[in-house]
């Protein structure tokens, strides 16, 4: 199965890369733009995806810092 | 006295910390690959881009066989310091609370920095003074230091030198029971007189004698 990991700054975390491009928009002629966070996008193909979960507390993400949210069975068409 | 510093594929400062901790005691270099701590007394995790830093900064070392042993080693009592990567390692590891971010400037910082003795009881401080100033390079992009609870903290950057943005200018910090500690600076970087401070060699110091007293008990 393919699934898909995203990975974020947990709420509340300084995200200096969300930071820079949320003020790189305006430049461009974009406005009212907020609320810009940058993360991580991890797509994988697994045999059991109930190990998903602890992949994630493990390695995929830091828990401390990082959200994660999985979603499985990404469409056919997903990059391998 | 015998130092283990770690050397993992993308360490870069293991042998300045060899170098460093040769100066107090004897050292040799522990290979990622081994399980064998050689005997050694303590254990220096260095700096560097360990596995090349991929995922996050120290996310892939913990895993490394030596890793399970140097965990075992500090679950044990033994002393074990993180220098930069080493310290982004042990926290990964859960061998101290907290994580290390990004700095806000998204830019690699490289310059000396002052630094206060917040705890010079402690295994790894021991050699200073109370409220001491120590002047050691720091060289990284990912030192912000961030934790949700309360900490030990050993070190912190002086006054208007907090190059990273860390929480309440935290630079290191001990876990509880005051055998694992990790710092962003290089004290290692700071040990001769040619390259400007000598204030590094009172980490080495103090875990020298930390380790000659318990030999001595």
Known sequence: ?80 | MKFGVVRFPGSCDEVDALGAAQRVGDAVLLWHADRDLQGVDAVIVPGGFSYGDYLRAGAIARFAPVMEEVAEFAREGGLVLGICNGFQVLCEAGLLPGALLPNPSLKFVFRQVGLEVVDSDTAFTRAAQPGQRLSIPVKHTTGRYFTPGPVHVVLRYAPGENPNGSQDDIAGVCNEAGNVFGLMPHPEHAVDALTGSTDGLRIFESMRASVDDRVAV
């Open chain 1, 1 to 80: 199965m393919r699934a898909r990991v995203l990975v974020r700054p947990k709420e509340g975390i300084l995200d200096p890369q969300g930071q820079t491009v949320e003020r790189a928009l305006p430049a461009l002629g974009f406005t009212g733009v907020s609320g810009v966070h940058i993360g991580r996008l991890i797509e994988l193909d697994v045999e059991d995806a109930s190990q998903l979960p602890e992949m994630c507390e493990r390695l995929l993400a830091n828990p401390l810092i990082e959200d994660y949210e999985i979603i499985e069975d990404v469409a056919a068409g997903a990059p391998r």
